[in-house]
């Protein structure tokens, strides 16, 4: 079906053509060459060449520039000797090239016959003036003169970027945090709200959706495209959604892949280095003809993992770290704990001595090395294949397939250990000039991932004694067992204090743990791992589908400059995993649909010195009321080259809860997790309004009473000011400052209730321990998502400043603040805002002595106060100061580089329980073909 929607297509994106993608809206129409644009000729029927060298001003080759016929898709790239060969066709009369390299500026030549010697000279421009993107506004313009917030990195520049994931580089950008889970799992936020799973900020491929169905998350880059394959990355800051819907409530980060028509030949990239890394890739692409290009991409990443070792105690530990009763570590899991009672239904064997009620135990549980065990490689493994096919000159069908799997470690509610984790996504697209027509379906699946506290509690909760004089008992059971009777026995010796007492029981009761080092270990470690049964196993289960089909075009509607696009988008989401994971027990998939469309108006006044946009989007769901996005925009550039651009904006942006927040249903004993789309929840929390805990003597049960209806859309709206421009000839300047109102937020709750959502009795309550654990009876320990009420303003600004002293010699440096707004909020209330105040990037790049490049930045972030799902505490101050050298050898195609991150081994902790980012440098080479 898909296929006759996009034969229908190719007559709507057809028309007249309009710049392409590699054309800058500030070229030139001269252009310094070996020969003078030759008069028109009587047209040839035959396709003929053109080809010849491109140089900077100062006479040396410019390889990767690029090289288009202007109004089409056809173009190719320079070599490393900056020569380029491009088949044109001149049966149509005359053609103009566009020949484009980023820190140049852009040339236009009119050619009419064949020409094989052309000498194409460009001059030095800052590297923003002739950048275009098109994530901004979805059409091509100028980076100096969009509506938003917005960074570009070049295939150059990510060649530059030192860090094992591409992603973790992005931290160098003004006002961008990064958040590294573990070596290849790194998450991007902007303005605030930072997680380790970058829930509010989109993450695109060629406009295909990475997060993985099942979750709503994209694993950074770990499932994403070889470095080698970027041609750019675009970063929208803020709030995006009127132009791209759920979810792109802080931003947009949008990978653009290289055409094989443009860049064609071979590519190798190959590092080895510390922690065992080794890294390859290959990127191969061949134009068929003048019609068909073919790309091939191979990828493969293995390194030692970085590991948690925060060993404090949680903010939700009962006791201090170092305490005799034990205490719960940010980084250990299965840390079982037990209040010592007189409730005689929570006796231990042989009575609890008194001098323990009320107290509370904790066993010391399993380090995050102790769990992953012999699994702490980290792997990256990517397959890619394209074929694109010129239907018309501007009209170009692509198809594409790609596998790619990771293991690494993640962090949400829990650390998970991805192992074999991936996507299976395939993409078919017409576009034009004008617009495009794409489908894409993209399969998630877990491989033989597991999550570590599960582990850690299931290895506990193992059998330890089959005979005991009380029957069986676990290694939880025999631990506190232990603790209650050697106290009871130290204590009654003479001159024994309670602390020496309480220090004896703990010693005695450490040594009834099974340790990693017994072979035991092992074998209920690969049990449990192998086991997908909530409960029962640790093994994650699911394997769900995204559907996504989109079409826009472009429309001149006016010659006044006013014009227009028009767009939207259908996705339908298939979850499955079996009962494990999802509410689809013995049922077909769970599906859950979304849809919307989107237009912008743009008009240009004052001889294009003012742009006016205005852009909506309305969204519709199965399961939440409509959402509109509006955004309303004005750029006034000042100057006859309009180097200096002033803009303001207001936008409305949203985020949708995911699907695990929809349609949860994982019991794993101790507790249920479950979605929260029917209707709501009542039950009991376990703090009062206050702060008291349940239990409190004199405080009601009433007072512990709470209800979570049913979840809705995140809403934000954000007021920013802007000015992006070029302070003198060589000193460019990007500035914004914003103003943003949150409502809405989703977060997590655990609290006592009835999985029917109804509130549960007296009764049902006082019964407690060990009946919420009881999976036949309706009161349980619920964990679901709930809408906060409170509204969170916060405000920011970035200052971003780029100065080419010379070619040896470029200097950069960014600041940005970002401000949570507490006037309004409550003593402890929780905004999971994450985000440094101040932070600040420094660097210098160049090349010097014609053939060596060399990029170094240090980055700074002030220590603040993080709030996870998995813990929250304090991130002290962390810097990082990164290294890249590369020698180019242009006549063997090769480039030799070095690279290290994190010179220094400075702290480097991003988020509260992630591990330290250490060192890590390596020795390569890189070799262009083409």
């Keep these: 079906m898909q296929h006759l929607y996009f034969l229908i297509a190719a007559a709507l994106l057809t028309g007249a053509a309009r710049p392409t993608v590699a054309q800058s809206s500030k070229t030139r129409s001269s252009a310094t060459s070996s020969k003078h644009p030759i008069p028109a000729q009587p047209a040839v029927s035959v396709a003929e060449a053109v080809g010849g060298t491109v140089l900077s ?29 491009l088949p044109v066709a001149f049966d149509k009369g005359s053609v103009t090239l566009v020949v484009a390299f980023v820190g140049y500026e852009s040339q236009e030549i009119t050619l009419s016959e064949a020409d094989y010697d052309l000498v194409v000279t460009l001059a030095p421009s800052a590297a923003a003036v002739n950048a275009t993107v098109i994530s901004a506004s979805r059409v091509e313009e100028n980076i100096l003169r969009t509506s938003v917030t917005i960074d570009k990195v070049s295939g150059r520049q990510i060649e530059r970027i030192s860090t094992p994931e591409v992603l973790a580089g992005l931290g160098q950008l003004p006002g961008v945090d990064v958040n590294s889970a573990s070596m290849l799992f790194t998450s991007v936020s902007t303005r605030g709200f930072n997680t380790a799973k970058s829930e509010r900020v989109i993450q695109l491929v060629d406009y295909m959706d990475t997060a993985l169905p099942s979750l709503n998350l994209s694993p950074g880059n770990l499932v994403g495209i070889p470095e080698l394959d970027m041609e750019s990355i675009e ?7 009127a132009l791209y819907g759920a979810n792109a409530l802080s931003g947009v980060v949008l990978f653009n892949s290289k055409d094989p028509f443009v860049y064609d030949g071979l590519s190798v990239r190959l590092r080895g280095g510390q922690r065992e890394l080794l890294d390859g890739q290959l990127r191969y692409a061949k134009k068929l003809g003048q019609k068909l290009a073919v790309k091939f991409n ?28 034990g205490y719960d570590a940010v980084n250990r899991s299965g840390e079982m704990s037990f209040q010592f009672t007189a409730d005689p239904r929570q006796q231990l064997p042989g009575g609890t001595h008194p001098d323990l009620y009320g107290k509370t135990a904790y066993m010391p549980g399993f380090t995050e090395q102790e769990l992953i065990g012999p699994d702490q490689k980290t792997r990256s493994y990517r397959l890619q294949g394209a074929v694109s096919y010129l239907i018309k000159d501007d009209l170009k069908l692509t198809v594409e397939a790609k596998r790619a799997t990771g293991t690494s470690t993640y962090q949400n509610i829990s650390r998970f250990r991805v192992k074999d984790l991936g996507t ?88 009834t743990q099974l340790q990693s080092s017994d072979p035991r270990f092992a074998t209920l470690r690969a049990q449990i791992i192998a086991d997908d049964q909530p409960g029962r196993g640790a093994r994650q289960n699911f394997n769900s589908f995204l559907n996504d089909i989109s ?83 004005a750029v006034y550039s000042f100057g006859a080259e309009q180097r200096h651009n002033f803009r303001v904006s207001y936008a409305g942006a949203y985020r949708s809860p995911s699907q695990l927040e929809q349609y949860a249903h994982s019991d794993v004993t101790s507790f249920i997790v479950l979605g929260n789309i029917g209707n709501g929840f009542q039950g009991y929390g376990f703090t009062d309004a206050a702060g008291n805990p349940y239990g409190t003597p004199g405080i009601p049960l009433s007072a512990f009473a709470m209800a979570l209806p049913t979840l809705k859309l995140e809403h934000s709206t954000t007021v920013e000011a802007g000015y992006k421009g070029m302070l003198r000839p060589r000193l460019y300047a990007d500035v914004s400052y914003f103003r943003s109102a949150y409502n809405d937020f989703i977060g997590g709750q655990p609290f006592a209730g009835n999985v029917d959502g109804n509130r549960p009795t007296p ?100 220590g603040h106060r993080q709030e996870l799902p998995f813990a929250t505490g304090n991130i002290a101050s962390y810097s990082s100061t990164d290294a890249y050298l590369g020698y180019a050898l ?20 991003q988020i509260i329980g992630g591990p330290q980012i250490g060192r890590l440098a390596f020795l390569g080479l890189l070799v262009n073909l083409q």
Excluded: M
């Design 298 to 325: 191979l990828s493969g990443f293995q390194a030692t993992d970085w590991v948690a070792r925060n060993f404090e105690a949680t903010s939700a530990s009962l006791n201090p770290q170092g305490s005799p009763l």
């Design 763 to 862: 009764a049902q309550i006082e019964e407690g321990l060990p009946g919420f654990t009881d999976r036949t009876k309706p009161t349980r320990i619920i964990f679901t998502w709930y809408n906060n009420a409170r509204q969170v303003r916060t405000q920011g600004a970035t200052l971003g400043l780029a100065y080419q002293l010379s070619k040896a010699l470029n200097l950069t440096g960014n600041y940005s603040l970002n401000v949570l707004d507490r006037r309004t909020l409550p003593a402890g209330f929780q905004t999971f805002f994450n985000t440094p105040r101040h932070k600040f990037n420094l660097g210098a790049h160049g090349v010097v002595l014609h053939h060596l490049t060399y990029a170094l930045n240090y980055r700074w972030a002030e």
């Design 890 to 909: 242009p006549a063997l195609a090769t480039t030799l580089q070095a690279g290290v991150s994190n010179l220094f081994n400075a702290n480097n902790v």
């Design 235 to 241: 970063l929208i800051h803020g709030p995006a959604s």
């Design 57 to 85: 001003s100062s006479g040396e080759v410019l390889p990767g520039a690029t090289v288009f016929i202007k109004g089409s898709f056809i173009g190719t790239s320079t070599n490393e000797l900056g020569r380029f060969h």
């Design 551 to 633: 079409a826009q075009r472009s429309f001149r509607v006016s010659d006044f400059g006013t014009d227009l696009i028009l767009g939207g988008a259908y996705r339908e989401y298939r979850l499955g995993s079996g009962g494990k994971l999802f509410d689809d027990f013995n049922r077909p998939r769970i599906r859950n649909y979304e849809s919307g469309a989107y237009g912008q108006l743009t008009q240009t006044l004052l001889n294009e010195h003012l742009k006016l946009a205005l852009a909506g989007r309305a969204d519709y769901f199965q399961n939440f009321s409509p959402a509109l996005s509006p955004r309303a925009s």
């Design 424 to 511: 299976n996504q395939y993409r078919a697209e017409l576009k034009s000039n004008r617009g495009f027509i794409r489908a894409y379906s993209t399969e998630d699946f877990t491989g033989s991932s597991y999550e570590l506290a599960q582990l850690g509690a299931l290895l506990l909760g193992a059998t330890a004694q089959e005979n005991s004089p009380y029957g069986p008992l676990s290694y939880t059971q025999l631990y506190f067992s232990t603790y209650n009777s050697a106290y009871s026995e130290a204590i009654r010796q003479p001159g024994t204090t309670q602390p020496q007492a309480l220090a004896l029981a703990q010693q005695a009761a450490n040594a």
